[in-house]
């Protein structure tokens, strides 16, 4: 069974079964346990066209499967180091199964080598064998799907910004300051970090996010002109929101150092971002920084210290996230569609699944 969507209209979507073809020798099929679903992922969609996500896993023409992270069991295999039971967390589709091509096979880990993935990045198409992971606590399963790659992103981020003194800024904006990557952020700006963090949210989220306790200060899209406009900042835009864009670079002029495009959250609001004063908006693509950090500390040295600082924030915060379960396709749908029309209550995280 596989939930896929319109391509042009994330709104129409539908529930498929296609015929499952025998496998091959050498690949294993995979039966999706769970999987997480936040506005990431319904950014995966937006975007989809542009960066490439509905290449991971095809579907019909005109339509595509959203990548979601999860974990799933190896249901069926011809692989000979890939025992039927073993338990798999990465980038799986909205299906209850996939077919995997392993390439590399280690104690720790796989990547899929299948054709079609070979082009997009490669953390992307690793997997890792959770009995072997040090340290692996499956109680930590649904908290990990939420957060761990969204966090990661938000470790790069901060770390990004570290590494290049913050383009000599004081201090730093978020924008959808009640998003999961944003707050990841935060947290780890406001503990490791000299500098001021600012949360930009919508009034229903302003209360969560002041409770969150990580930013110094919360305000509204519609109150940014009460920030001090000499203030000379970073803005790490997780909204996408061109009128709030325009707004803060309007607001704080030549003082904005450095202009960080992360995410789409307000994926209908997008627009133009030229002639805007202060410096000019920039994409931030986390895969780059993860290469970037491979070359400086190595492959070992990059997993840990992040894993060293996930571990942190696994033990310190998340305790109030609200973990949601949904089974089946009317549930899947349901969260879908909530998602993408932006009805999800920020201290909800929702785990899914098609099984
Ligand atoms: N570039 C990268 O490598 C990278 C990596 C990870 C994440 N990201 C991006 O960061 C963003 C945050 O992802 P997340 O999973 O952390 O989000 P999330 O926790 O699901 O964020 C939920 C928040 O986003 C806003 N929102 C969500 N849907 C909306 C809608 N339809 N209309 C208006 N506002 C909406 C609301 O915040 P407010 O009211 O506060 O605006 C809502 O509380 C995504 O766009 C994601 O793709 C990028």
Same mark, same amino acid.
């Given at each position: 069974?596989?939930?896929?969507?319109?391509?042009?209209?994330?709104r129409?979507?539908?529930?498929?079964?296609?015929?499952?073809?025998?496998?091959?020798?050498?690949?294993?099929?995979?039966?999706i346990?769970?999987?997480?679903?936040t506005?990431n992922?319904?950014?995966?969609?937006?975007?989809?066209?542009?960066?490439?996500?509905?290449?991971?896993?095809?579907?019909?023409?005109?339509?595509?499967?959203?990548?979601?992270w999860?974990?799933?069991?190896?249901?069926?295999?011809?692989?000979? #180091? &890939? @025992?039927? $039971?073993? /338990?798999l967390?990465?980038?799986l589709?909205?299906?209850?199964?996939? %077919? !995997?091509?392993?390439?590399?096979?280690?104690?720790?880990?796989?990547?899929?080598?299948?054709?079609?993935?070979?082009?997009?990045?490669?953390?992307?198409?690793?997997?890792?064998?959770?009995?072997?992971?040090?340290?692996?606590?499956?109680?930590?399963?649904?908290?990990?799907?939420?957060?761990?790659?969204?966090?990661?992103?938000?470790?790069?981020?901060?770390?990004?910004?570290?590494?290049?003194?913050?383009?000599?800024?004081?201090?730093?904006?978020?924008?959808?300051?009640?998003?999961?990557?944003?707050?990841?952020?935060?947290?780890?700006?406001?503990?490791?970090?000299?500098?001021?963090?600012?949360?930009?949210?919508?009034?229903?989220?302003?209360?969560?996010?002041?409770?969150?306790?990580?930013?110094?200060?919360?305000?509204?899209?519609?109150?940014?002109? #009460? &920030? @001090?406009? $000499?203030? /000379?900042?970073?803005?790490?835009?997780?909204?996408?929101?061109?009128? %709030? !864009?325009?707004?803060?670079?309007?607001?704080?002029?030549?003082?904005?150092?450095?202009?960080?495009?992360?995410?789409?959250?307000?994926?209908?609001?997008r627009?133009?971002?030229?002639?805007?004063?202060?410096?000019?908006?920039?994409?931030f693509?986390?895969?780059?920084?993860?290469?970037?950090?491979?070359?400086?500390?190595?492959?070992?040295?990059?997993?840990?210290r992040?894993?060293?600082?996930?571990?942190?924030?696994?033990?310190?915060?998340?305790?109030?996230l609200?973990?949601?379960?949904?089974?089946?396709?009317?549930a899947?749908?349901?969260?879908?569609?909530?998602?993408?029309?932006?009805?999800?209550?920020?201290?909800?995280?929702?785990?899914?699944?098609?099984?």
């Open positions: 069974m596989d939930f896929i969507v319109d391509r042009q209209d994330l129409s979507c539908r529930v498929v079964s296609p015929p499952s073809a025998p496998l091959a020798d050498g690949q294993v099929r995979l039966r346990k769970k999987f997480a679903f506005a992922n319904v950014t995966y969609g937006a975007v989809g066209d542009m960066v490439g996500y509905w290449n991971f896993f095809p579907a019909e023409e005109g339509w595509g499967r959203i990548p979601v999860g974990i799933a069991a190896v249901d069926e295999s011809g692989h000979a #180091e &890939l @025992p039927v $039971g073993e /338990r967390y990465g980038y589709p909205m299906s209850t199964g996939l %077919v !995997l091509t392993p390439g590399r096979v280690t104690a720790h880990g796989l990547l899929d080598a299948a054709p079609h993935r070979a082009a997009l990045p490669e953390v992307y198409n690793q997997y890792t064998r959770l009995a072997a992971e040090p340290g692996y606590d499956r109680a930590h399963d649904d908290r990990r799907m939420l957060l761990q790659p969204l966090f990661l992103t938000a470790f790069l981020i901060d770390d990004y910004l570290d590494d290049n003194d913050f383009f000599g800024a004081t201090t730093v904006v978020l924008a959808s300051a009640s998003s999961k990557t944003a707050f990841s952020a935060a947290y780890l700006l406001s503990r490791n970090r000299s500098c001021s963090v600012v949360g930009l949210t919508s009034a229903p989220n302003r209360a969560f996010v002041e409770g969150l306790g990580c930013y110094d200060r919360v305000v509204g899209y519609d109150q940014v002109g #009460e &920030l @001090p406009a $000499g203030d /000379r900042i970073v803005f790490v835009d997780m909204a996408g929101d061109a009128a %709030v !864009l325009r707004r803060v670079h309007e607001h704080f002029g030549d003082n904005v150092a450095k202009s960080c495009q992360v995410g789409l959250t307000h994926w209908e609001e627009g133009g971002s030229e002639g805007l004063p202060g410096a000019r908006p920039e994409f693509f986390a895969p780059s920084q993860v290469d970037k950090r491979r070359r400086d500390w190595g492959a070992a040295g990059f997993q840990e992040s894993a060293r600082a996930w571990q942190t924030f696994l033990d310190e915060t998340a305790d109030w609200e973990i949601v379960h949904g089974r089946g396709a009317e899947v749908e349901r969260v879908y569609r909530d998602a993408v029309d932006g009805r999800i209550e920020p201290r909800q995280g929702h785990i899914l699944s098609l099984n």
